[in-house]
């Protein structure tokens, strides 16, 4: 037993020539800080896109808003739902550095496309017409190309950059992922001012220009540490071994303890310690596999930690699901309310600049709390899972607020005659902006402190396949409850016009699921 070594402690790291990694001449702070001013451009590019897709959608190509809304959401469920495959691959077969850079070949091809589509009159659908098959071909090939090429850098990057770091250090690598979230808020910021800009006043054909030009930059960026990066030799399929454990567990279920105690050598008392010892205590099933010759105690110990990640990922999802409104009916909402400050109009997607400010902001203070760069962080509300804990609770919040301010914005529209003031939706967007900074950054650091080193890439990107499952979920609400609705009378979200719409009884539903869901967390992070 003392001759194996776990997965996770032989973190076998090389430099650009293959040669073993020396801890003076590569990684570090610096290696590591990189990947944040990739991700500030990454982020750029992705979040240019995704907020004004509905928009987009509707006014060049003519599709009906619940239409675009679920359009832009499969988008960016598909974008962070291929994070997972992307860390599989990271881990298993390439390093992360090449995974990135392939990934971000596969995003301009699809940029590049939509790039084209936009200068091009004959792929674009003439008015009041939604694009016929070649031209919505060529919009749904660009925007999942662009899609897979995401999927594959947020898949990849945020591991990269924490691999430079020391490991036995978690306040420094908590730290990382704090700023990584601040590069993350950055590109945001600038989504909401400057890109929003351009494409109110100069139009798609610009945006995608500079968008080009910024995920460019980000390449240049990330190859300049070529030569300082350290880099992870993968170490094949760890769900392949996963597999093995689940069927070897499965398969030797009736396995006495005895079996197990002839293979390591031990007495029946000392299995305790040469087995359970070795492993947390969750999941004592696992331990059947270990009758196996073929399983190592280190293969259940990677199985049990993968497995043990999964309710708190599960927990997570619908929070996900209020994120996606910010993207599609809030922009909508915003369209149909009084945008304007001393003769000038507010574009709805720069409602997001007050809550990224604040988070920006916020991060520093955070950390300064926190104190310095020592080994350990002050306090538990610190620590990863109250972090996120706090999140979800914020998301139901947010919902409800979102309810009570459409109620107001439909009273005003219908009644008084006058347009709600856009303003009053900054309470959700902030709401919703503090939840997603504590949850999002909660997780990132959660399952990356908390994998298997052998797939570190694939467990980290959990948090963005949360975010994945979430957007599809609310295509799924929508449909769902407009088909349940419409049974009884009228759909909710019918057509184009909000105030014919219940928007405020869709978001009163969300906040009532959230509040469930946070309960659900609460049990499940008491068990972890």
Known sequence: ??????????????????????????????????????????????????????????????????????????????????????????????????????????????????????????????????????????????????????????????????????????????????????SLCTGGLVTSTVMVWVEENLGWRWSFKILIAALS????????????????????????????????????????????????????????????????????????????????TSEVEETRTFIGLIPIFASTILMSCCLAQLQTFSVRQGTFMDRTIHNFTIPTQSLTVLPLTIMLASIPIYERFRGGLGDKPRGRIFEPLPRIGVGLALASGSMAIAAAVEVKRRRAATDDGVALSVFWLEWQYLLLGVSDMLTLGGMLEFFYSRAPGSMRSACTALAWCSTSVGYFLSSVLVSAINS????????????????????????????????????????????Y
């Open 217 to 296: 930059l980000a390449l240049a960026v990330f190859v300049s540490g070529l030569r300082l990066y350290r880099y992870k030799l993968p170490r094949g399929s760890a769900f392949t071994r996963i597999f093995k454990v689940l069927a070897s567990a499965a398969r030797n279920r009736k396995a006495s303890s005895a079996e197990i105690c002839r293979r390591f050598d031990v007495d029946s008392e000392g299995i305790t310690s040469a087995v359970n010892g070795r492993l947390p205590k969750k999941f004592k099933s696992l331990d059947k596999a270990l009758a196996d010759d073929t399983v190592s």
């Open 1 to 182: 037993m003392d001759t194996e070594m776990r997965a996770d402690e032989r973190d076998e790291f090389v430099d650009w020539e293959g040669r073993k990694a020396s801890s003076e001449e590569h990684g570090g702070i610096r290696a590591a800080s990189l990947a944040c001013v990739v991700e500030v451009l990454e982020n750029l590019v992705f979040l240019s896109c995704a907020t004004n897709f509905v928009e987009y959608f509707i006014i060049s190509m003519h599709y009906p808003t619940p239409v675009a809304a679920n359009m832009v959401t499969n988008f960016m469920a598909t974008s962070f739902l291929l994070t997972i495959f992307a860390g599989f691959v990271a881990d298993s077969f390439l390093t992360r550095f090449t995974t990135f850079i392939v990934s971000w070949i596969v995003e301009l091809l699809g940029l590049i496309i939509l790039t084209i589509q936009a200068h091009s009159k004959s792929l674009q659908p003439p008015n009041h017409r939604t694009p016929n098959k070649y031209q919505a071909a060529v919009l749904y090939f660009g925007l999942y190309a662009m899609a897979a090429g995401v999927g594959g850098i947020k898949g990849s990057l945020q591991t990269h950059g924490a691999d430079q770091l020391d490991h036995g250090n978690q306040r420094l690598v908590s730290a990382y992922f704090n700023w990584y979230f601040f």
């Open 484 to 527: 349940a609705t419409g049974r009884l009378g009228r759909e909710w979200l019918e057509g184009n016009d909000l105030n014919r719409q219940r928007l405020d009884l869709y978001y009163a539903l969300l906040c009532v699921l959230n509040f469930l869901n946070f309960l659900n967390y609460i049990f499940w992070a008491k068990r």
